[in-house]
């Protein structure tokens, strides 16, 4: 959350000629409801249900690239499918760098919302501790305070 994934994943889409996936805004669209919709309706356990079931349909396209949600690889077998379908690049922020672009984020995200600046802090060094272990297991690991797509571009060209 707030890595730059979408920003990020727009301009390779483009540079490659790709089609860009925004896996939430997928969601969005088949269950025509909000994400923060589908939390407080249905709960984060039938978020990750839907999130799943948006990866296989993803899966079943080429020459795209997706953003996928921060809790994405870390449900089911994700990250395994992401792997083995796709290059998977974790985009690693700095917590600090995350909770200052999050507090200044336009997007209203259900997992964060209400939360003063310290509460966010904790939240999102806490959510990184519990979720780097799926991270970490992504083909290309990119500091993403440094994020230049350029680079990423000439990787994935080879």
């Not at 805004?25 to 919709?37: H, V």
């Not at 407080?40 to 993803?58: M, P, S, T, W």
């Not at 994405?72 to 600090?96: R, S, V």
Request: hydrophobic share 35%.
């Amino acid at each position: 959350m707030g890595s730059g994934k979408s920003t990020a994943g727009k301009k390779i889409a483009a540079a490659l000629n790709f089609r860009f996936i925004d896996m939430d805004k997928l969601i969005e669209e088949d269950s025509s409801r909000t994400i923060s919709m589908i939390f407080q309706e249905k709960g984060e356990e039938v978020f990750r249900e839907y999130e799943h079931d948006a990866l296989n349909k993803i899966l079943e396209l080429d020459n795209i690239v997706v953003a996928t949600g921060g809790g994405a690889p870390c449900f089911f077998d994700n990250m395994e499918q992401m792997n083995n379908n796709g290059i998977t690049i974790y985009l690693k922020g700095d917590p600090g760098i995350l909770t200052n672009r999050l507090l200044k984020a336009k997007t209203e995200r259900p997992l964060i919302k209400g939360k003063s600046k310290e509460e966010l802090a904790k939240y999102i060094r806490e959510k990184l501790t519990e979720r780097e272990k799926y991270y970490l297991q992504a083909q290309y690991i990119v500091d993403a305070k440094n994020l230049n797509t350029e680079e990423i571009i000439k990787l994935l060209k080879k």
